[in-house]
T-cell receptor, first 112, second 111 residues
């Protein structure tokens, strides 16, 4: 089935550790996105990428890093510089803008 | 970043009632999208609108692209318990590679 796969679903991390969230899509979409969602809140854009080897900062990029080495993959690293990393992270992809954006099932990160 | 004004923020209704929610903006959009998110899951696309004035249905859901291109509404008829969740609107503009999202409408249904 075509779709977006995020892993892991749940992740626990100690303060000061970096953690990488995986996002893979087999929809052959050009653009991929990372959003952060806090309890009871909307979606905030962290980073996005329109093509391989290129990406742009979103509204809340500080403390995060990404790479886009392959069209189907867009991993997000939450670094120790992110002051409040506990959140629900959503990966999404789109064929071309402004079109239909499809989301993965999300990864919940908890910092202990 | 820019956000859409989505209202109401929350709704508490009885099963069987109709639901109406809307999104407004001071800017023009070329695309309006409506999503539903259930707890612990990613948002799922319900309806996509691409033309001003367009009215599109998906089962009990109906959405319209406002004629001014600055608003959109979503109606749910005869609500059922599985309609519970958070509904998000999103707008896209020509040439832009990212969508603008509303803050969401949380729907709660009393059986």
């Amino acid at each position: 089935d075509g779709g977006i796969t995020q892993s892991p679903k749940y992740l626990f991390r100690k303060e000061g550790q970096n953690v990488t969230l995986s996002c893979e899509q087999n929809l052959n979409h050009d653009a991929m996105y990372w959003y952060r969602q806090d309890p009871g809140q909307g979606l905030r854009l962290i980073y996005y990428s329109q093509i391989v080897n290129d990406f742009q900062k979103g509204d809340i990029a500080e403390g995060y890093s990404v790479s886009r080495e392959k069209k189907e993959s867009f991993p997000l690293t939450v670094t120790s510089a992110q002051k409040n990393p506990t959140a629900f992270y959503l990966c999404a992809s789109m064929q071309q803008g402004p079109g239909e954006l499809f989301f993965g099932e999300g990864s919940r990160l908890t910092v202990l | 970043g820019q956000q859409l004004n989505q209202s109401p923020q929350s709704m508490f209704i009885q099963e069987g009632e109709d639901v109406s929610m809307n999104c407004t903006s001071s800017s023009i959009f070329n695309t309006w999208l409506w999503y539903k998110q259930e707890p612990g899951e990613g948002p799922v696309l319900l309806i996509a609108l691409y033309k001003a004035g367009e009215l599109t249905s998906n089962g009990r859901l109906t959405a319209q692209f406002g004629i001014t291109r600055k608003d959109s509404f979503l109606n749910i008829s005869a609500s059922i318990p599985s309609d519970v969740g958070i509904y998000f609107c999103a707008g896209g503009t020509q040439g832009a590679q990212k969508l603008v999202f509303g803050q969401g409408t949380r729907l709660t249904i009393n059986p």
